[in-house]
């Protein structure tokens, strides 16, 4: 069982930068492909980026933000991050973690009952 917390959401200007953290408890987060989603009010869940557990922490990115997140993964604390800079308005949405054996899983968001994500945490780009 893989427990994830997101933080590090909030208000920011168009333009301006945050970055989210995902703690995992229960298993390490080199065990698992990491990713992010999000969520905008009335629309689908939205492929955000992933890194992989092998090689080498090779990391995928939505065509929307490429240039623009970064995903890392710190395993001695079992944090994954999510930088975000020159945010958009339309980067509006709850973000969340999620956890899985399988990368593509987390990049198509085929997320299943053996997959693990958080409660998310909201992020609102202003114009």
């Known amino acids: 069982q893989v427990y994830l917390v997101e933080s590090g959401g909030g208000l920011v200007q168009a333009g301006g930068s945050l970055r989210l953290s995902c703690a995992a408890s229960?298993?390490?987060?080199?065990?698992?492909?990491m990713g992010w989603f999000r969520q905008a009010p009335g629309k689908e869940r939205e492929f955000v980026a992933a890194?992989?557990?092998?090689?080498?922490?090779?990391?995928y990115y939505a065509d929307s933000v490429k240039g623009r997140f970064t995903i890392s993964r710190d395993n001695a604390k079992n944090i994954v991050y999510l930088e975000m800079n020159n945010l958009e308005s339309d980067d509006t949405a709850v973000y969340y973690c999620?956890?899985?054996?399988?990368?593509?899983?987390?990049?198509?968001?085929?997320?299943?009952?053996?997959?693990?994500w958080g409660q998310g945490t909201q992020v609102t780009v202003s114009s």
């Open positions: 999620a956890a899985s054996l399988t990368f593509h899983h987390i990049v198509a968001l085929e997320l299943s009952s053996n997959d693990y």
């Open positions: 229960g298993r390490t987060v080199s065990d698992y492909a």
């Open positions: 890194i992989k557990r092998w090689g080498g922490g090779s990391t």
